[in-house]
Protein backbone atom coordinates (compact mmCIF):
# COMPACT_ATOMS: atom_id res chain seq x y z
CA UNK A 1 0.00 0.00 0.00
CA UNK A 2 1.15 3.29 -0.35
CA UNK A 3 3.48 5.17 1.69
CA UNK A 4 0.73 7.73 2.43
CA UNK A 5 -1.67 6.12 3.39
CA UNK A 6 -0.75 5.43 7.05
CA UNK A 7 -2.35 2.66 9.14
CA UNK A 8 -5.09 3.57 11.28
CA UNK A 9 -7.27 1.12 13.81
CA UNK A 10 -10.80 1.94 13.50
CA UNK A 11 -12.52 0.98 10.72
CA UNK A 12 -16.06 0.04 10.47
CA UNK A 13 -16.72 -2.39 7.95
CA UNK A 14 -20.35 -3.07 8.79
CA UNK A 15 -21.03 0.64 8.92
CA UNK A 16 -19.76 1.16 5.49
CA UNK A 17 -21.51 -1.77 4.15
CA UNK A 18 -24.77 -0.57 5.61
CA UNK A 19 -24.25 2.07 2.36
CA UNK A 20 -24.46 0.15 -0.11
CA UNK A 21 -28.11 -1.19 -0.45
CA UNK A 22 -27.25 -4.27 -3.06
CA UNK A 23 -24.87 -6.01 -0.02
CA UNK A 24 -28.14 -6.60 1.76
CA UNK A 25 -29.61 -9.25 -1.41
CA UNK A 26 -28.96 -12.41 -1.66
CA UNK A 27 -28.28 -14.40 -4.79
CA UNK A 28 -29.44 -18.26 -5.34
CA UNK A 29 -31.17 -18.08 -1.54
CA UNK A 30 -27.12 -17.02 -0.37
CA UNK A 31 -25.95 -13.66 1.02
CA UNK A 32 -24.60 -12.29 -1.84
CA UNK A 33 -20.45 -12.08 -1.31
CA UNK A 34 -19.29 -9.90 -4.16
CA UNK A 35 -15.49 -10.14 -5.04
CA UNK A 36 -15.53 -8.31 -8.16
CA UNK A 37 -15.26 -5.17 -7.76
CA UNK A 38 -11.95 -4.60 -10.01
CA UNK A 39 -14.67 -5.25 -13.00
CA UNK A 40 -17.16 -2.56 -11.30
CA UNK A 41 -18.22 -1.78 -8.03
CA UNK A 42 -21.12 -1.58 -6.53
CA UNK A 43 -22.88 1.94 -5.93
CA UNK A 44 -23.25 3.56 -2.19
CA UNK A 45 -26.89 5.11 -1.36
CA UNK A 46 -25.30 8.81 -1.27
CA UNK A 47 -24.18 8.05 -5.52
CA UNK A 48 -27.92 6.58 -5.98
CA UNK A 49 -28.98 9.23 -4.14
CA UNK A 50 -27.36 11.92 -5.97
CA UNK A 51 -28.12 10.46 -9.04
CA UNK A 52 -31.79 10.48 -8.70
CA UNK A 53 -31.93 13.43 -7.35
CA UNK A 54 -30.32 15.57 -10.17
CA UNK A 55 -32.87 13.97 -12.71
CA UNK A 56 -35.77 14.58 -10.29
CA UNK A 57 -34.87 18.33 -9.36
CA UNK A 58 -31.58 19.68 -11.15
CA UNK A 59 -31.68 18.19 -14.85
CA UNK A 60 -31.54 20.10 -18.00
CA UNK A 61 -28.52 20.19 -20.42
CA UNK A 62 -25.64 21.95 -19.79
CA UNK A 63 -23.70 24.65 -20.67
CA UNK A 64 -27.06 26.60 -22.22
CA UNK A 65 -27.84 28.17 -18.76
CA UNK A 66 -30.25 30.99 -20.34
CA UNK A 67 -32.65 29.51 -17.60
CA UNK A 68 -32.44 28.08 -14.10
CA UNK A 69 -32.29 25.01 -14.36
CA UNK A 70 -29.74 24.79 -16.93
CA UNK A 71 -27.72 26.53 -14.92
CA UNK A 72 -28.43 24.44 -11.78
CA UNK A 73 -27.29 21.46 -13.77
CA UNK A 74 -24.19 23.31 -15.59
CA UNK A 75 -22.64 23.93 -11.63
CA UNK A 76 -23.40 20.51 -10.43
CA UNK A 77 -21.49 19.56 -13.81
CA UNK A 78 -18.53 21.67 -13.17
CA UNK A 79 -18.80 21.21 -9.04
CA UNK A 80 -18.37 17.41 -10.54
CA UNK A 81 -14.92 18.01 -12.43
CA UNK A 82 -14.05 20.05 -9.26
CA UNK A 83 -14.21 17.21 -6.82
CA UNK A 84 -12.58 14.86 -9.12
CA UNK A 85 -9.44 17.72 -9.66
CA UNK A 86 -8.64 17.71 -5.98
CA UNK A 87 -9.42 14.00 -6.02
CA UNK A 88 -6.37 13.39 -8.27
CA UNK A 89 -4.69 17.21 -7.11
CA UNK A 90 -4.53 18.21 -10.56
CA UNK A 91 -3.23 21.74 -11.08
CA UNK A 92 -6.27 23.40 -13.49
CA UNK A 93 -9.18 22.50 -13.59
CA UNK A 94 -8.92 22.60 -17.54
CA UNK A 95 -7.12 19.66 -17.15
CA UNK A 96 -9.93 17.46 -16.49
CA UNK A 97 -11.91 15.88 -19.35
CA UNK A 98 -15.01 14.01 -19.19
CA UNK A 99 -15.23 11.10 -21.01
CA UNK A 100 -17.73 8.31 -21.07
CA UNK A 101 -15.12 5.79 -19.90
CA UNK A 102 -11.40 5.18 -19.44
CA UNK A 103 -11.68 3.35 -22.93
CA UNK A 104 -12.58 6.28 -24.71
CA UNK A 105 -9.60 8.78 -22.74
CA UNK A 106 -7.21 6.34 -23.88
CA UNK A 107 -8.44 5.79 -27.74
CA UNK A 108 -8.80 9.87 -27.17
CA UNK A 109 -5.26 10.51 -26.83
CA UNK A 110 -4.26 8.05 -29.23
CA UNK A 111 -6.40 9.32 -31.85
CA UNK A 112 -5.38 13.20 -31.10
CA UNK A 113 -2.46 13.32 -29.76
CA UNK A 114 -1.04 10.41 -30.96
CA UNK A 115 -1.98 10.61 -35.29
CA UNK A 116 -0.20 14.07 -34.55
CA UNK A 117 2.68 13.70 -32.89
CA UNK A 118 3.64 10.00 -33.58
CA UNK A 119 4.89 8.76 -36.72
CA UNK A 120 6.59 5.85 -38.30
CA UNK A 121 9.32 3.93 -36.46
CA UNK A 122 8.57 6.15 -32.96
CA UNK A 123 8.30 3.82 -30.30
CA UNK A 124 5.09 3.53 -28.02
CA UNK A 125 5.83 1.01 -24.66
CA UNK A 126 3.69 -0.89 -23.26
CA UNK A 127 3.93 -3.84 -20.48
CA UNK A 128 2.96 -7.22 -21.09
CA UNK A 129 0.06 -6.85 -18.12
CA UNK A 130 -1.95 -3.76 -19.90
CA UNK A 131 -5.68 -4.07 -20.11
CA UNK A 132 -7.25 -4.52 -23.64
CA UNK A 133 -7.98 -1.05 -23.44
CA UNK A 134 -4.16 0.00 -23.44
CA UNK A 135 -3.23 -2.35 -26.13
CA UNK A 136 -5.97 -2.18 -29.03
CA UNK A 137 -5.98 1.64 -29.25
CA UNK A 138 -2.16 2.00 -29.87
CA UNK A 139 -2.30 -1.19 -32.04
CA UNK A 140 -5.00 0.64 -34.49
CA UNK A 141 -1.94 3.87 -34.27
CA UNK A 142 0.33 1.62 -35.01
CA UNK A 143 -1.50 0.63 -38.21
CA UNK A 144 -2.39 3.53 -38.99
CA UNK A 145 0.94 5.31 -38.45
CA UNK A 146 3.77 2.75 -38.64
CA UNK A 147 4.85 3.12 -35.23
CA UNK A 148 6.53 0.23 -33.16
CA UNK A 149 4.95 -1.29 -30.26
CA UNK A 150 7.37 -2.40 -27.40
CA UNK A 151 6.63 -4.59 -24.30
CA UNK A 152 8.16 -4.41 -21.74
CA UNK A 153 8.48 -8.08 -19.31
CA UNK A 154 6.49 -9.04 -16.51
CA UNK A 155 8.21 -11.51 -13.74
CA UNK A 156 6.86 -14.63 -12.82
CA UNK A 157 5.61 -12.90 -9.47
CA UNK A 158 3.92 -10.39 -11.60
CA UNK A 159 6.51 -7.75 -10.73
CA UNK A 160 7.86 -5.00 -13.36
CA UNK A 161 11.49 -5.12 -12.90
CA UNK A 162 12.68 -1.59 -13.71
CA UNK A 163 15.87 -2.42 -14.60
CA UNK A 164 13.98 -4.64 -17.55
CA UNK A 165 11.36 -1.98 -18.44
CA UNK A 166 14.62 0.56 -18.84
CA UNK A 167 15.89 -2.10 -21.92
CA UNK A 168 12.86 -1.38 -23.62
CA UNK A 169 13.36 2.40 -23.46
CA UNK A 170 15.29 3.95 -26.17
CA UNK A 171 15.84 7.25 -28.58
CA UNK A 172 12.66 6.07 -30.68
CA UNK A 173 10.66 5.89 -27.47
CA UNK A 174 7.66 8.95 -27.40
CA UNK A 175 5.20 7.33 -25.22
CA UNK A 176 5.04 5.53 -22.22
CA UNK A 177 1.49 4.02 -21.90
CA UNK A 178 1.33 1.44 -18.93
CA UNK A 179 -1.38 0.21 -15.97
CA UNK A 180 -1.19 2.15 -12.62
CA UNK A 181 -2.46 -1.52 -10.45
CA UNK A 182 -2.77 -4.46 -12.89
CA UNK A 183 -6.62 -5.74 -13.00
CA UNK A 184 -5.42 -9.02 -13.34
CA UNK A 185 -2.22 -9.14 -10.74
CA UNK A 186 -2.83 -6.74 -8.54
CA UNK A 187 0.89 -5.25 -8.85
CA UNK A 188 1.61 -1.89 -8.34
CA UNK A 189 3.53 -0.39 -11.48
CA UNK A 190 7.00 1.45 -10.16
CA UNK A 191 5.15 4.62 -12.02
CA UNK A 192 7.70 7.08 -10.57
CA UNK A 193 10.60 5.60 -11.77
CA UNK A 194 9.24 4.49 -14.94
CA UNK A 195 7.67 8.37 -15.01
CA UNK A 196 11.52 9.39 -15.00
CA UNK A 197 12.67 6.64 -17.68
CA UNK A 198 10.08 8.01 -19.98
CA UNK A 199 11.04 11.68 -19.23
CA UNK A 200 14.93 11.23 -19.83
CA UNK A 201 13.90 9.84 -23.14
CA UNK A 202 11.58 12.67 -24.13
CA UNK A 203 8.69 10.50 -23.89
CA UNK A 204 5.73 11.28 -22.26
CA UNK A 205 3.98 8.81 -19.84
CA UNK A 206 0.09 7.66 -19.50
CA UNK A 207 -1.13 5.78 -16.97
CA UNK A 208 -4.32 3.67 -17.19
CA UNK A 209 -5.76 4.55 -13.82
CA UNK A 210 -8.45 2.31 -13.51
CA UNK A 211 -6.99 -0.30 -10.65
CA UNK A 212 -4.84 2.60 -9.31
CA UNK A 213 -7.28 4.95 -8.34
CA UNK A 214 -9.18 2.93 -6.60
CA UNK A 215 -6.79 1.61 -4.49
CA UNK A 216 -3.79 4.18 -4.28
CA UNK A 217 -3.27 7.62 -3.37
CA UNK A 218 -3.32 9.60 -6.62
CA UNK A 219 -1.80 12.84 -6.90
CA UNK A 220 -1.25 13.26 -10.57
CA UNK A 221 1.41 15.85 -10.09
CA UNK A 222 3.34 13.72 -7.82
CA UNK A 223 3.27 10.25 -10.00
CA UNK A 224 5.08 12.29 -12.94
CA UNK A 225 2.89 11.54 -15.47
CA UNK A 226 1.52 13.69 -18.50
CA UNK A 227 -1.60 11.27 -19.16
CA UNK A 228 -3.42 9.59 -16.12
CA UNK A 229 -7.15 7.86 -17.20
CA UNK A 230 -10.06 6.39 -14.99
CA UNK A 231 -13.49 5.25 -15.03
CA UNK A 232 -16.28 6.26 -13.06
CA UNK A 233 -17.56 2.88 -12.20
CA UNK A 234 -14.85 1.30 -10.33
CA UNK A 235 -14.42 4.31 -8.36
CA UNK A 236 -17.83 3.30 -6.95
CA UNK A 237 -19.37 5.68 -9.34
CA UNK A 238 -22.31 5.31 -11.99
CA UNK A 239 -20.87 3.94 -15.52
CA UNK A 240 -20.77 5.93 -18.68
CA UNK A 241 -18.21 8.45 -17.07
CA UNK A 242 -14.61 8.27 -17.66
CA UNK A 243 -11.38 10.75 -16.71
CA UNK A 244 -8.57 11.94 -18.89
CA UNK A 245 -6.42 14.06 -16.72
CA UNK A 246 -3.43 15.97 -19.28
CA UNK A 247 -1.22 18.68 -18.71
CA UNK A 248 -2.64 21.31 -20.01
CA UNK A 249 0.16 22.27 -22.70
CA UNK A 250 -0.72 18.55 -23.96
CA UNK A 251 -4.29 19.70 -24.15
CA UNK A 252 -3.66 22.88 -25.98
CA UNK A 253 -1.51 20.97 -28.32
CA UNK A 254 -3.56 18.22 -29.21
CA UNK A 255 -6.51 18.59 -31.92
CA UNK A 256 -10.03 17.74 -31.00
CA UNK A 257 -11.07 14.13 -30.80
CA UNK A 258 -14.85 14.60 -31.65
CA UNK A 259 -17.04 17.20 -33.49
CA UNK A 260 -19.95 18.65 -32.71
CA UNK A 261 -21.69 21.04 -30.08
CA UNK A 262 -20.03 22.47 -27.36
CA UNK A 263 -16.48 21.90 -28.28
CA UNK A 264 -16.67 24.86 -30.79
CA UNK A 265 -15.72 28.15 -30.26
CA UNK A 266 -17.40 29.62 -33.36
CA UNK A 267 -18.59 27.66 -36.47
CA UNK A 268 -19.04 28.94 -40.03
CA UNK A 269 -19.00 27.28 -43.24
CA UNK A 270 -15.87 28.04 -44.42
CA UNK A 271 -14.01 27.60 -40.85
CA UNK A 272 -14.97 26.30 -37.51
CA UNK A 273 -12.68 27.29 -34.49
CA UNK A 274 -12.75 25.48 -31.30
CA UNK A 275 -13.19 26.06 -27.58
CA UNK A 276 -10.35 25.60 -25.17
CA UNK A 277 -9.82 22.34 -22.98
CA UNK A 278 -11.76 20.63 -21.59
CA UNK A 279 -14.75 21.33 -24.17
CA UNK A 280 -12.69 21.21 -26.93
CA UNK A 281 -12.88 16.80 -25.87
CA UNK A 282 -16.30 16.90 -24.91
CA UNK A 283 -18.40 17.24 -28.01
CA UNK A 284 -22.26 16.88 -27.56
CA UNK A 285 -24.21 16.26 -24.88
CA UNK A 286 -21.81 15.18 -22.34
CA UNK A 287 -22.41 12.45 -19.86
CA UNK A 288 -24.04 15.15 -16.68
CA UNK A 289 -25.70 12.92 -14.59
CA UNK A 290 -23.22 10.43 -14.73
CA UNK A 291 -20.48 13.50 -14.19
CA UNK A 292 -22.51 14.34 -10.90
CA UNK A 293 -22.65 10.70 -9.70
CA UNK A 294 -19.00 10.16 -9.94
CA UNK A 295 -18.67 13.67 -7.89
CA UNK A 296 -20.65 12.09 -4.91
CA UNK A 297 -19.05 8.80 -5.03
CA UNK A 298 -15.79 10.99 -4.59
CA UNK A 299 -17.90 13.13 -1.87
CA UNK A 300 -18.57 9.70 -0.37
CA UNK A 301 -14.89 8.52 -0.08
CA UNK A 302 -13.85 11.96 1.38
CA UNK A 303 -15.93 10.92 4.40
CA UNK A 304 -14.17 7.61 4.63
CA UNK A 305 -10.64 7.35 6.23
CA UNK A 306 -8.74 6.53 3.17
CA UNK A 307 -5.82 5.38 5.34
CA UNK A 308 -7.99 3.06 6.86
CA UNK A 309 -9.65 1.96 4.04
CA UNK A 310 -5.85 1.11 2.51
CA UNK A 311 -5.30 -1.01 5.44
CA UNK A 312 -8.73 -2.54 5.17
CA UNK A 313 -7.95 -3.67 2.23
CA UNK A 314 -4.67 -4.59 2.73
CA UNK A 315 -5.98 -6.74 5.11
CA UNK A 316 -7.98 -8.58 3.52
CA UNK A 317 -5.86 -9.31 0.66
CA UNK A 318 -3.27 -10.78 3.44
CA UNK A 319 -5.99 -13.06 4.09
CA UNK A 320 -6.96 -14.10 1.12
CA UNK A 321 -3.55 -14.97 -0.25
CA UNK A 322 -2.76 -17.33 3.12
CA UNK A 323 -6.72 -18.97 2.91
CA UNK A 324 -6.32 -19.10 -1.20
CA UNK A 325 -2.24 -20.86 -0.81
CA UNK A 326 -3.88 -23.70 1.76
CA UNK A 327 -6.66 -24.87 -0.35
CA UNK A 328 -5.21 -27.99 -2.17
CA UNK A 329 -4.36 -27.56 -5.93
CA UNK A 330 -4.54 -23.43 -5.85
CA UNK A 331 -1.87 -21.50 -7.27
CA UNK A 332 -1.72 -17.66 -6.49
CA UNK A 333 -1.37 -15.56 -9.92
CA UNK A 334 0.20 -12.51 -8.78
CA UNK A 335 2.05 -12.56 -5.49
CA UNK A 336 4.45 -9.23 -5.98
CA UNK A 337 5.88 -6.73 -3.07
CA UNK A 338 3.15 -4.09 -1.89
CA UNK A 339 0.46 -5.32 -4.45
CA UNK A 340 -3.23 -4.40 -4.40
CA UNK A 341 -6.25 -5.81 -2.88
CA UNK A 342 -6.87 -8.24 -6.67
CA UNK A 343 -5.82 -12.05 -6.73
CA UNK A 344 -6.18 -14.19 -9.39
CA UNK A 345 -5.62 -17.83 -9.38
CA UNK A 346 -5.88 -21.30 -11.02
CA UNK A 347 -6.91 -24.55 -9.26
CA UNK A 348 -5.94 -27.96 -10.70
CA UNK A 349 -8.03 -29.65 -12.36
CA UNK A 350 -10.85 -27.00 -12.47
CA UNK A 351 -11.24 -24.14 -15.45
CA UNK A 352 -11.82 -21.05 -13.85
CA UNK A 353 -15.15 -20.65 -15.83
CA UNK A 354 -16.55 -24.14 -13.72
CA UNK A 355 -15.17 -22.49 -10.62
CA UNK A 356 -17.29 -19.63 -11.16
CA UNK A 357 -20.72 -20.95 -11.91
CA UNK A 358 -19.92 -23.35 -8.90
CA UNK A 359 -19.23 -20.29 -6.54
CA UNK A 360 -21.86 -18.02 -7.97
CA UNK A 361 -24.71 -20.75 -6.83
CA UNK A 362 -22.60 -20.42 -3.28
CA UNK A 363 -23.77 -16.55 -3.47
CA UNK A 364 -19.55 -15.78 -4.96
CA UNK A 365 -19.19 -13.58 -7.51
CA UNK A 366 -15.99 -13.81 -8.98
CA UNK A 367 -14.58 -13.16 -12.46
CA UNK A 368 -13.16 -16.13 -14.61
CA UNK A 369 -11.30 -15.95 -17.74
CA UNK A 370 -8.60 -13.82 -19.33
CA UNK A 371 -9.64 -9.95 -17.59
CA UNK A 372 -9.04 -8.68 -20.94
CA UNK A 373 -5.88 -9.26 -20.56
CA UNK A 374 -5.14 -11.99 -23.24
CA UNK A 375 -1.32 -11.03 -24.18
CA UNK A 376 -0.31 -11.74 -20.56
CA UNK A 377 -2.79 -14.99 -20.13
CA UNK A 378 -0.32 -16.29 -22.77
CA UNK A 379 2.82 -15.22 -21.43
CA UNK A 380 1.64 -16.65 -17.43
CA UNK A 381 1.04 -19.40 -19.55
CA UNK A 382 -2.48 -19.96 -18.50
CA UNK A 383 -5.82 -20.11 -20.44
CA UNK A 384 -7.78 -18.06 -18.32
CA UNK A 385 -7.93 -17.35 -14.30
CA UNK A 386 -9.84 -17.08 -11.44
CA UNK A 387 -10.04 -13.60 -9.82
CA UNK A 388 -11.21 -12.26 -6.40
CA UNK A 389 -10.73 -8.41 -6.31
CA UNK A 390 -11.65 -6.95 -2.99
CA UNK A 391 -13.17 -3.57 -2.12
CA UNK A 392 -13.66 -1.51 0.80
CA UNK A 393 -16.83 -3.09 1.69
CA UNK A 394 -15.81 -6.66 1.75
CA UNK A 395 -14.95 -8.75 5.32
CA UNK A 396 -12.96 -11.08 6.48
CA UNK A 397 -16.02 -12.93 6.36
CA UNK A 398 -16.99 -12.86 2.71
CA UNK A 399 -13.15 -14.75 2.30
CA UNK A 400 -14.23 -17.64 4.48
CA UNK A 401 -17.34 -17.56 1.86
CA UNK A 402 -14.69 -17.91 -0.60
CA UNK A 403 -12.75 -20.62 0.58
CA UNK A 404 -15.63 -22.54 1.89
CA UNK A 405 -16.92 -22.35 -1.76
CA UNK A 406 -14.06 -23.36 -3.67
CA UNK A 407 -13.88 -26.59 -1.14
CA UNK A 408 -17.45 -27.10 -2.26
CA UNK A 409 -16.56 -26.66 -5.93
CA UNK A 410 -14.26 -29.28 -5.35
CA UNK A 411 -16.47 -31.61 -4.66
CA UNK A 412 -19.01 -30.90 -7.41
CA UNK A 413 -15.74 -30.70 -10.01
CA UNK A 414 -13.03 -33.17 -9.21
CA UNK B 1 -19.15 -21.66 7.87
CA UNK B 2 -21.12 -24.50 7.49
CA UNK B 3 -20.99 -25.88 3.74
CA UNK B 4 -24.72 -25.86 2.25
CA UNK B 5 -25.91 -28.69 0.60
CA UNK B 6 -25.10 -28.94 -3.51
CA UNK B 7 -28.21 -27.80 -5.47
CA UNK B 8 -29.66 -29.98 -7.82
CA UNK B 9 -28.50 -27.85 -10.64
CA UNK B 10 -25.21 -27.89 -10.34
CA UNK B 11 -25.39 -31.94 -10.01
CA UNK B 12 -27.75 -31.97 -13.04
CA UNK B 13 -24.63 -29.43 -15.25
CA UNK B 14 -21.65 -31.23 -13.70
CA UNK B 15 -22.78 -34.69 -13.53
CA UNK B 16 -20.85 -38.21 -14.23
CA UNK B 17 -20.79 -38.38 -17.76
CA UNK B 18 -19.90 -34.52 -18.55
CA UNK B 19 -16.56 -34.96 -15.67
CA UNK B 20 -15.79 -37.75 -17.08
CA UNK B 21 -14.86 -36.34 -20.49
CA UNK B 22 -13.90 -33.37 -19.33
CA UNK B 23 -11.03 -34.72 -17.31
CA UNK B 24 -10.27 -37.61 -20.17
CA UNK B 25 -11.58 -36.48 -23.67
CA UNK B 26 -11.63 -38.78 -26.53
CA UNK B 27 -10.07 -37.64 -29.82
CA UNK B 28 -8.17 -35.20 -28.24
CA UNK B 29 -5.85 -34.60 -31.07
CA UNK B 30 -5.49 -33.62 -35.03
CA UNK B 31 -7.54 -35.97 -37.35
CA UNK B 32 -4.45 -37.41 -39.86
CA UNK B 33 -4.78 -36.64 -43.23
CA UNK B 34 -8.10 -34.15 -41.94
CA UNK B 35 -10.15 -33.19 -44.79
CA UNK B 36 -11.18 -29.89 -42.95
CA UNK B 37 -10.21 -27.27 -39.99
CA UNK B 38 -11.62 -24.42 -37.94
CA UNK B 39 -11.08 -23.19 -34.90
CA UNK B 40 -13.88 -22.27 -32.17
CA UNK B 41 -13.38 -18.48 -30.06
CA UNK B 42 -15.18 -17.87 -27.66
CA UNK B 43 -14.26 -14.22 -26.98
CA UNK B 44 -15.89 -13.78 -23.59
CA UNK B 45 -13.45 -15.96 -21.79
CA UNK B 46 -10.80 -16.75 -24.30
CA UNK B 47 -11.61 -20.62 -24.84
CA UNK B 48 -10.38 -21.99 -28.15
CA UNK B 49 -11.24 -25.52 -29.53
CA UNK B 50 -9.74 -26.73 -33.38
CA UNK B 51 -12.45 -29.47 -34.78
CA UNK B 52 -10.21 -31.12 -37.70
CA UNK B 53 -12.11 -33.65 -39.35
CA UNK B 54 -11.66 -36.19 -42.49
CA UNK B 55 -14.72 -36.15 -45.06
CA UNK B 56 -14.74 -39.10 -47.60
CA UNK B 57 -15.75 -38.15 -51.25
CA UNK B 58 -19.21 -40.05 -50.63
CA UNK B 59 -19.66 -37.50 -47.60
CA UNK B 60 -18.39 -39.89 -44.46
CA UNK B 61 -17.16 -38.64 -41.12
CA UNK B 62 -14.57 -41.57 -41.07
CA UNK B 63 -12.63 -39.25 -37.98
CA UNK B 64 -13.27 -36.36 -35.82
CA UNK B 65 -10.84 -34.85 -32.93
CA UNK B 66 -10.46 -31.70 -31.56
CA UNK B 67 -7.56 -29.86 -29.94
CA UNK B 68 -8.28 -26.66 -27.38
CA UNK B 69 -8.26 -25.62 -23.43
CA UNK B 70 -11.52 -24.45 -22.12
CA UNK B 71 -13.88 -25.68 -19.54
CA UNK B 72 -15.39 -28.68 -18.22
CA UNK B 73 -18.31 -28.39 -20.24
CA UNK B 74 -16.76 -27.06 -23.71
CA UNK B 75 -14.12 -30.09 -23.75
CA UNK B 76 -16.67 -32.87 -22.91
CA UNK B 77 -19.19 -31.67 -25.09
CA UNK B 78 -16.08 -31.72 -28.07
CA UNK B 79 -15.48 -35.19 -26.74
CA UNK B 80 -18.71 -36.80 -26.83
CA UNK B 81 -19.14 -34.72 -30.69
CA UNK B 82 -16.58 -36.51 -31.86
CA UNK B 83 -17.70 -40.10 -30.58
CA UNK B 84 -21.15 -39.45 -32.09
CA UNK B 85 -19.88 -38.19 -35.58
CA UNK B 86 -17.07 -41.12 -35.86
CA UNK B 87 -18.31 -43.09 -39.10
CA UNK B 88 -22.26 -41.10 -39.94
CA UNK B 89 -22.77 -38.80 -42.57
CA UNK B 90 -21.84 -35.01 -42.83
CA UNK B 91 -25.97 -34.33 -43.17
CA UNK B 92 -26.02 -36.31 -39.54
CA UNK B 93 -23.54 -33.64 -38.12
CA UNK B 94 -26.04 -30.79 -38.99
CA UNK B 95 -28.47 -32.83 -37.85
CA UNK B 96 -27.06 -33.36 -33.84
CA UNK B 97 -25.85 -29.89 -34.27
CA UNK B 98 -29.21 -28.82 -34.25
CA UNK B 99 -30.80 -31.34 -31.67
CA UNK B 100 -27.66 -30.38 -29.29
CA UNK B 101 -28.45 -26.08 -29.76
CA UNK B 102 -32.19 -26.74 -28.86
CA UNK B 103 -31.30 -29.41 -25.80
CA UNK B 104 -29.21 -26.53 -24.77
CA UNK B 105 -30.83 -23.81 -24.56
CA UNK B 106 -33.67 -25.72 -23.20
CA UNK B 107 -36.12 -25.79 -26.52
CA UNK B 108 -36.80 -29.57 -26.33
CA UNK B 109 -36.16 -32.68 -24.22
CA UNK B 110 -34.27 -35.55 -25.23
CA UNK B 111 -37.15 -37.64 -26.36
CA UNK B 112 -37.81 -34.62 -28.74
CA UNK B 113 -34.51 -34.56 -29.89
CA UNK B 114 -34.73 -38.57 -30.69
CA UNK B 115 -37.55 -37.41 -32.65
CA UNK B 116 -35.45 -35.51 -34.70
CA UNK B 117 -32.50 -38.18 -35.93
CA UNK B 118 -32.57 -41.39 -37.31
CA UNK B 119 -33.17 -44.38 -34.62
CA UNK B 120 -29.49 -45.67 -34.16
CA UNK B 121 -28.62 -42.33 -33.38
CA UNK B 122 -30.72 -42.74 -30.22
CA UNK B 123 -27.65 -43.86 -27.33
CA UNK B 124 -25.45 -40.97 -29.30
CA UNK B 125 -28.36 -38.33 -28.05
CA UNK B 126 -28.83 -39.50 -24.46
CA UNK B 127 -25.46 -38.90 -23.94
CA UNK B 128 -25.62 -35.65 -25.37
CA UNK B 129 -28.40 -34.94 -23.30
CA UNK B 130 -26.19 -34.52 -20.28
CA UNK B 131 -25.23 -31.21 -21.81
CA UNK B 132 -28.58 -29.65 -21.33
CA UNK B 133 -27.60 -29.31 -17.62
CA UNK B 134 -26.44 -25.54 -19.36
CA UNK B 135 -30.58 -24.49 -19.83
CA UNK B 136 -30.17 -23.56 -16.11
CA UNK B 137 -27.12 -21.63 -17.09
CA UNK B 138 -27.43 -19.64 -19.89
CA UNK B 139 -23.76 -17.81 -19.79
CA UNK B 140 -22.77 -21.47 -20.27
CA UNK B 141 -24.58 -22.45 -23.02
CA UNK B 142 -21.87 -21.19 -25.67
CA UNK B 143 -19.20 -23.47 -23.87
CA UNK B 144 -21.68 -26.43 -24.88
CA UNK B 145 -21.91 -25.53 -28.52
CA UNK B 146 -18.73 -23.88 -28.98
CA UNK B 147 -17.27 -27.05 -30.69
CA UNK B 148 -20.23 -27.56 -32.37
CA UNK B 149 -20.19 -24.55 -34.07
CA UNK B 150 -16.77 -25.19 -35.09
CA UNK B 151 -17.45 -28.38 -36.57
CA UNK B 152 -20.20 -26.65 -38.78
CA UNK B 153 -17.58 -24.26 -39.99
CA UNK B 154 -14.89 -26.63 -40.40
CA UNK B 155 -17.54 -28.78 -42.53
CA UNK B 156 -18.88 -25.86 -44.60
CA UNK B 157 -15.02 -24.99 -45.45
CA UNK B 158 -14.92 -21.82 -42.78
CA UNK B 159 -11.69 -21.67 -40.93
CA UNK B 160 -13.04 -19.58 -38.10
CA UNK B 161 -15.83 -19.18 -36.25
CA UNK B 162 -17.30 -17.65 -32.96
CA UNK B 163 -19.81 -17.64 -30.39
CA UNK B 164 -20.45 -14.24 -30.68
CA UNK B 165 -22.19 -14.91 -33.84
Known amino acids: MNKKLVKTAAYDVTKVRADFPILAREVHGKPLVYLDSAASAQKPRQVIEAISRAYSHEYANVHRGAYYLSETATTAYEAAREKVRRFINAARLKEVVFTKGATEAINLVAATWGRSFIKAGDEIVLTAVEHHSNIVPWQLLRDATGCVLRIAPVAVNGSIDIQEFAKVIGPKTKLVAVAHVSNVLGTVLPVREIAELAHAAGAKLLLDGCQGIVHEYVDVQDLGCDFYVFSGHKLYGPTGIGILWAREALLEAMPPYQGGGDMIDSVTFAKTTWAPPPAKFEAGTPPIVQAIGLGAAIDYLNTLDRAAVAAHESALLRYAMTSLAQVPGVRLIGTAPGKAAVQSFVMEGAHPHDLATVLDRSGVCVRAGHHCAQPLMEILGVNATTRASFALYNTMGEVDALIAALRKAQEVLL | ?165
Open chain 2, 1 to 165: MIAAPLTDDLRTLYQEVILDHGKHPRNLRIVEHHTCKAQGNNPMCGDRVTVTARVSPDGVLEDVAFEGKGCAISIASASMMSEALAGQKVAVAHQLFTAVHDLCVGKIDADQAKATVAADLGDSIDKLASLSGVRQFPVRVKCATLPWHALISCLDGKPQTTTEK
